[in-house]
T-cell receptor, first 116, second 111 residues
């Protein structure tokens, strides 16, 4: 059973550098979500894809952030010109649209980003 | 604008007793509510969900109750076990894709 995987698990970078994270969803899931979580808070929605189409983006997703899901399978989240405020856990989740139980989203282990 | 609120940051319970985790919401358009459990260094794990048209859903030791008039839901864990110690997030879905999370409640079950 392969759940949602994310790579890398940890990333330390210097302010101003670009970083890219990858998410591989559960294979039959057509929806993929990105969240950000900071200490003491729940995950905050960033964006989601249905297949390869990016259907919604949060106001939290500034123009330094871009996400892609080119073939409707894995996704990448890139942060350009990182800032210290970008330090957080970045979580990816996937779900199957139309699931009768409200499409529960299944999360990966996250990528913890630290911007120095 | 926090539409899902978990007002208790922590809860401590004795093993074998009941754990009750509470959640309040403000958006009456939410159509599903979910509970997730999170261990350190792992992503949240889906536990149980409830449709807004129901008032109770049970799965083993876990039961979720929904009171729509009060915009309140709760998760009951009976009996509590030390392995249940984790952070529990309440989440709400609108339009079947937009999910909002509460800040979480850290449950500690003492042996």
């Amino acid at each position: 059973d392969t759940g949602v995987s994310q790579d890398p698990r940890h990333k330390i970078t210097k302010r101003g550098q670009n970083v890219t994270f990858r998410c591989d969803p559960i294979s039959e899931h057509n929806r993929l979500y990105w969240y950000r979580q900071t200490l003491g808070q729940g995950p905050e929605f960033l964006t989601y894809f249905q297949n390869e189409a990016q259907l919604e983006k949060s106001r939290l997703l500034s123009d330094r952030f871009s996400a892609e899901r080119p073939k409707g399978s894995f996704s990448t989240l890139e942060i350009q010109r990182t800032e210290q405020g970008d330090s957080a856990m970045y979580l990816c989740a996937s779900s199957l649209a139309g699931d009768s139980s409200g499409s529960p989203q299944y999360f990966g282990p996250g990528t913890r980003l630290l911007v120095l | 604008d926090q539409q899902v609120k978990q007002n208790s940051p922590s809860l401590s319970v004795q093993e074998g007793r009941i754990s009750i985790l509470n959640c309040d919401y403000t958006n009456s358009m939410f159509d599903y509510f979910l509970w997730y459990k999170k261990y350190p260094a792992e992503g949240p794990t889906f536990l149980i969900s409830i449709s807004s048209i129901k008032d109770k859903n049970e799965d083993g030791r876990f039961t979720v109750f929904l009171n729509k008039s009060a915009k309140h839901l709760s998760l009951h864990i009976v009996p509590s076990q030390p392995g249940d110690s984790a952070v529990y997030f309440c989440a709400a879905l609108v339009n079947n894709n937009d999910m909002r999370f509460g800040a979480g409640t850290r449950l500690t079950v003492k042996p």
